[in-house]
């Protein structure tokens, strides 16, 4: 049975709501390493000494960790839909997914990573969705703990690291692959893209996920 139009909609939603979570991510951990390095210097003395994030900065890193919460909030949904989605339609997942991989639309790397991941590492594409999503589901409230601590520590003058755990990020990247399959083009493509790049973000020099 097809997806709904309002079942479209939620596949392209949940694209949309993984990639700007995981691009906050990116955005707010980039700038905390680079803050760790230039905001730490020798005083006269020899000492090491902080001059502590920007006022302004800090403003605006409160922001990004409130759209981040936010986020993560609406990954819960996410993760909800997509655990239905692949109950009702498992055939039309299982079909999406070899069309993307017979068709020639994602690179030779993409392909490859695409079915190991989904294939070697969790037994085929329905059971590496699902696991995504449940995760995701049950991680939410860790990963929004650890966000908030994060941002007392700023705002008490001390640096903290940022990122989401690697664990989450695996399997947000999951959601937004299999979501992706379910969404109509073009966003199938970009969910897929994006799950595939966030995976080889983390696996660089690391274990796989």
């Known amino acids: 049975m097809p997806?709904?139009?309002?079942?479209?909609?939620?596949?392209?939603?949940?694209?949309?709501?993984?990639?700007?979570?995981?691009?906050?991510?990116?955005?707010?951990?980039?700038?905390?390493?680079?803050a760790e390095w230039y905001t730490i210097?020798?005083?006269?003395?020899?000492?090491?000494?902080?001059?502590?994030?920007?006022?302004?900065?800090?403003?605006?890193?409160?922001?990004?960790?409130?759209?981040m919460v936010y986020l993560l909030e609406e990954a819960q949904e996410s993760a909800r839909f997509l655990g239905n989605a692949i109950t009702e339609h498992l055939e039309?997942?299982?079909?999406g997914y070899q069309r993307i991989l017979t068709e020639d639309e994602l690179t030779e790397d993409q392909n490859m990573l695409l079915q190991d991941v989904a294939d070697t590492?969790?037994?085929?594409?329905?059971?590496?969705g699902s696991s995504s999503a449940q995760e995701v589901l049950d991680k939410v409230p860790i990963e929004r703990q650890t966000l908030?601590?994060?941002m007392s520590t700023l705002g008490s003058g001390g640096l903290a690291e940022g990122d989401l755990s690697?664990?989450?990020g695996c399997n947000l990247a999951g959601l937004c692959i299999v979501s992706g399959i379910f969404a109509p083009p073009p966003m199938n493509l970009i969910g897929i893209s994006i799950g595939l790049t966030i995976l080889v973000s983390y696996e660089v020099g690391g274990e796989p996920c």
Do not use: P
């Open 41 to 67: 210097e020798r005083d006269y003395r020899g000492y090491m000494v902080s001059e502590g994030i920007s006022e302004e900065d800090e403003e605006t890193l409160g922001e990004v960790a409130e759209q």
């Open 148 to 150: 908030e601590a994060q």
């Open 3 to 34: 997806l709904s139009l309002g079942e479209q909609v939620g596949a392209t939603e949940a694209v949309n709501q993984c990639t700007r979570l995981w691009s906050l991510d990116r955005l707010w951990t980039d700038y905390l390493q680079r």
């Open 166 to 168: 690697k664990d989450f």
């Open 121 to 128: 590492r969790h037994g085929g594409i329905s059971a590496y």
């Open 92 to 95: 039309e997942l299982n079909e």
